[in-house]
């Protein structure tokens, strides 16, 4: 009987490692500017130049990466009545996706329906500064 229940054990064990997704490392970001069909009148002229994330699989196994964006902003404290004192606010997310990459491939990640993203036009209430990346990656099967 002792033998059953380590047996049952054993496999309902090894079942539910295999259900529950197992997170990876191996995976690199980092912001890069992309040209895009999508053009906007810049500084000097019409430009398509955005900034983006690029998130690439440095693993040798295909992997599903959820991807969230971050933006921390400034916003302002009255005090007396009158003066507004800065203070740094908490992130906020912007933007999430989940994608799926195989071994080596890599994947820009986009937000060009906000200005702040927009490389000839630094008029955003965000610099591009203010926004980061947050990831999981899990492995597929």
Same mark, same amino acid.
């Given at each position: 009987?002792?033998?059953? %229940?380590? +047996? &049952?054990?054993?496999v309902?064990?090894?079942?539910?490692?295999?259900?529950?997704?197992? *997170?990876v490392?191996?995976?690199s970001?980092?912001?890069?500017?992309?040209? $895009?069909?999508n053009? /906007?009148?810049?500084n000097?002229?019409?430009? @398509?130049? #955005?900034?983006? =994330?690029?998130?690439?699989?440095n693993?040798? %196994?295909?992997?599903?990466?959820?991807?969230?964006?971050?933006c !921390?902003? !400034?916003?302002?404290? =009255?005090?007396? @009545?009158?003066?507004?004192v800065?203070?740094?606010?908490?992130?906020?997310?912007?933007?999430?996706? $989940?994608?799926? +990459?195989?071994?080596?491939e890599? /994947?820009? &990640?986009k937000? *060009? *329906?906000?200005?702040?993203?927009?490389?000839?036009a630094?008029?955003s209430?965000?610099? %591009? $500064?203010? /926004? &980061?990346? *947050? #990831?999981?990656a899990?492995? +597929?099967?």
């Open positions: 009987m002792k033998k059953v %229940i380590l +047996l &049952f054990c054993m309902m064990g090894m079942l539910a490692s295999n259900v529950i997704a197992q *997170e490392h191996g995976i970001t980092r912001r890069v500017v992309y040209e $895009s069909d053009t /906007y009148r810049g000097n002229g019409s430009s @398509g130049k #955005y900034y983006g =994330w690029e998130v690439k699989n693993n040798s %196994i295909k992997v599903s990466v959820d991807i969230t964006l971050y !921390q902003g !400034q916003s302002a404290v =009255w005090t007396n @009545g009158r003066d507004a800065p203070i740094n606010s908490d992130k906020k997310v912007v933007k999430t996706q $989940s994608i799926i +990459l195989k071994p080596g890599s /994947y820009t &990640f937000r *060009e *329906e906000h200005r702040s993203t927009r490389v000839d630094p008029d209430d965000y610099p %591009i $500064s203010s /926004y &980061f990346i *947050e #990831y999981k899990y492995k +597929l099967q």
